[in-house]
């Protein structure tokens, strides 16, 4: 049975939301560019007179809705963010849920996908490196992601919540820590450190929760 999983944050880095569909697709133009623009200047290269000259459209424009590049990087890893969830979410409904070594492999297959096909997610994945809180003010970045993944898991698994969270957290802390390691060594992400990490995330949860 399908459902829908949306992930939530205690702010919003928008001024105001876009009510009409023009303006919605302006605000997806502007995340667009500043995702291309992560990939060619950093972050720290970033600016809102890029931004908006790439999206074509004023710094004005991008003003009514963003206060600064932050904000920008904000809803972009959001997006990001959400993107990941919907695709997990749509994996799970294939797997069997109780087999660990297929959860994990398609949820760092995907991770990896990302990091390595959508513009800018390689530069700042779920936020780390713009702030460690750029999600929600009052968890940290993996924290958001930990807690979007046992709402997942719960759901698709007859596992209380308590039950899975600590697991969880301790396999996405382990998984983000090697995997950044991966792409140290190799912008496409070394392979053996990468089977190496599926290992050790599928021992370990299948551990927990069995095989």
């Not at 459902?3 to 702010?11: D, G, K, L, S, W």
């Not at 809102?48 to 904000?74: C, E, M, N």
């Not at 390689?122 to 929600?136: I, P, Q, T, Y």
């Not at 983000?176 to 140290?184: K, S």
């Amino acid at each position: 049975m399908s459902q829908n999983h949306t992930v939530t944050q205690a702010t919003t880095p928008l001024r105001r939301q876009p009510v009409q569909q023009r303006s919605a697709k302006r605000v997806e133009r502007m995340l667009d560019a500043s995702a291309e623009l992560l990939d060619e200047v950093g972050y720290e290269g970033l600016t809102t007179t890029l931004i908006a000259k790439r999206a074509g459209v004023a710094v004005g424009s991008l003003y009514q809705f963003f206060p600064d590049k932050r904000a920008v990087v904000q809803a972009l890893t959001q997006r990001n963010l959400e993107r990941f969830i919907a695709a997990v979410n749509e994996r799970l409904e294939t797997l069997d849920p109780h087999h660990w070594w297929d959860v994990v492999d398609s949820l760092l297959d995907i991770y990896l996908t990302m990091h390595r096909e959508i513009p800018g997610f390689s530069k700042v994945h779920f936020g780390d490196v713009v702030d460690l809180r750029l999600l929600d003010d009052r968890r940290t970045n993996n924290r958001v992601v930990v807690d979007a993944l046992a709402d997942l898991v719960t759901a698709h698994v007859k596992l209380p919540q308590d039950e899975v969270t600590l697991p969880i957290s301790i396999a996405v802390e382990a998984a983000d820590g090697l995997l950044n390691y991966a792409f140290r060594i190799d912008p496409h992400g070394d392979a053996a450190v990468i089977d190496e990490t599926k290992a050790l995330i599928k021992g370990y949860l299948a551990g927990k929760f069995g095989e």
